[in-house]
């Protein structure tokens, strides 16, 4: 679970219905002491909340009415625990975390029922004797059952471990140095599959300097492939990465890859790519290239497009979502940063002053078939602009229902704002709908943070003035 850092018209316990949403918000919550919190998510009408108070862990329960009922301190290791990640479960909620005994830096589990009751813990594995502070990655597999740890030491050996979160034992460590890797560079993305696999993917190369090379190398391993390392390489001819999302396909057993590339200039997007890997080994790959249509370009860059220099500038690929065909649709979203001087600005160590500005504008969404023809691509227009804020409230959430996609975001990064929505249908049809308003309200809601929980239901956490606030919306 991603952790979130600290750096509608409604109050406790009511609620004021708008087109069909119900929206509920809690009491205001201090955050001054936090070092972070996680929505750990919802079980028989309680929603619970981990605050990492540094000194402590807590648990806090909500019920319906968003009225905090209960709460309960959480016992951890006390030779210097870190929280390394947060997993809600079907049965509850598991901390991964490390700590240190001796010289050995170790990583153990607790596992919780919704009522915060400890149900098990072990130490799952040995990190190293590790005498500094290092940089651990984590991430989850899509069922929450399996959980890949992995670390990088002089940025071309790979360390990683996979933990089965049921049974709190660790299937597999392993450590692989793939040829002439510089991980700053070359590394992509790690995927682990709901049998605790590992896919490390990296893009190789992806440079016009020197001999057009450019190819993505996957390196795949865990008890499907019997515990050897397998590799996969796809060339990309004379195309080159702009920017690209994988994901794992557990029904048709397959990696995913959609993304876009650049021909002539690497700062600008001139197609999008589609990428199918069988991982059996037995079956041709598909890879496909379609150069953006003019009229989609304009639709997304709007006054900027530039009619000598077509295509995108300034877009990242945020997610994959998989249809049950084998296709996928791409999500895009177009962002630019500026940090610049401003005399009276804050001042930073080398005493320059300056302030970030951030521009979180509009979407795109790719729809591809599983043989990488395109579906369906539409733009969904959105103009969000902050400053010195990190952009947390800005971008959108991607609410999943069976009979369609939501898009819920902030129409203006403002205390006063109006919030959102794009539904849209498979087909890619859609209506675009205002959710709520946040006038007189107290309330800046971080839509990147929120956490859906049921079909119809999604948390979002509002921060302001470090106080915390929980925003229930009902469809």
Request: glycine letters at 6%.
């Amino acid at each position: 679970m991603k952790r979130l850092l600290l750096g509608f018209f409604l109050i406790q316990g009511c609620f004021f219905s708008l087109s069909a949403q119900k929206i509920t918000v809690s009491e205001s919550i201090g955050l001054r002491d936090d070092l972070a919190y996680d929505i750990l998510g919802e079980w028989s009408g309680q929603l619970l909340l981990l605050r990492d108070q540094s000194v402590a862990l807590q648990v806090q329960g909500f019920n319906r009415q968003m009225e905090k009922v209960w709460e309960k301190t959480l016992e951890l290791d006390k030779r210097r625990p870190q929280v390394l990640e947060v997993v809600n479960e079907k049965r509850g909620f598991s901390i991964a975390y490390t700590f240190r005994e001796d010289l050995e830096l170790r990583l153990k589990i607790h596992r919780y029922d919704p009522a915060a009751v400890l149900l098990d813990s072990a130490t799952v594995a040995l990190v190293g004797e590790e005498l500094f502070p290092i940089s651990l990655h984590s991430l989850i597999s899509e069922d929450r059952s399996k959980l890949l740890v992995y670390k990088v030491e002089r940025y071309k050996e790979i360390h990683a471990f996979s933990v089965d979160l049921d049974s709190l034992k660790l299937l597999w460590q392993y450590t692989f140095a793939p040829e002439d890797l510089d991980y700053e560079r070359d590394f992509q993305q790690m995927i682990v599959d709901n049998q605790g696999n590992m896919f490390c993917i990296l893009d190789k190369d992806n440079r016009k300097t020197g001999p057009v090379n450019h190819r993505f190398e996957v390196f795949f391993y865990g008890s499907s492939t019997a515990l050897q390392l397998k590799r996969f390489e796809v060339p990309m001819g004379d195309k080159f990465t702009y920017d690209i999302r994988f994901a794992y396909d557990h029904l048709n057993e397959q990696l995913v890859g959609g993304g876009l590339y650049s021909i002539e200039n690497l700062a600008r997007a001139e197609g999008s790519m589609f990428l199918l890997l069988p991982i059996s080994g037995t079956e041709e790959g598909i890879l496909q290239f379609r150069e953006l249509e003019d009229a989609f370009a304009l639709s997304f860059m709007g006054k900027n497009f530039n009619v000598k220099n077509r295509g995108i500038t300034e877009t990242s690929i945020r997610e994959i979502v998989l249809r049950k065909d084998g296709g996928f649709l791409m999500i895009g979203e177009r962002e630019r940063i500026y940090q610049r001087n401003l005399s009276g600005s804050r001042v930073d160590m080398l005493g320059g002053r300056f302030v970030v500005d951030y521009y979180l504008d509009d979407l795109f969404i790719i729809s591809c078939n599983p043989d990488g023809t395109v579906h369906w691509e539409e733009v969904f227009h959105k103009k969000q602009y902050s400053q010195d804020d990190d952009a947390m409230y800005s971008s959108y959430l991607l609410v999943k229902t069976p009979s369609n996609l939501r898009l819920l975001f902030n129409d203006e990064i403002r205390h006063e704002n109006t919030v959102s929505e794009y539904v849209i249908s498979p087909t890619g049809q859609f209506d675009r709908n205002s959710v709520m308003s946040t006038d007189y309200q107290n309330l800046r809601l971080s839509f990147r943070d929120a956490v859906q929980v049921s079909a119809n239901e999604v948390i979002v956490p509002s921060e302001r003035r470090s106080k915390l606030k929980l925003v229930r919306i009902t469809y």
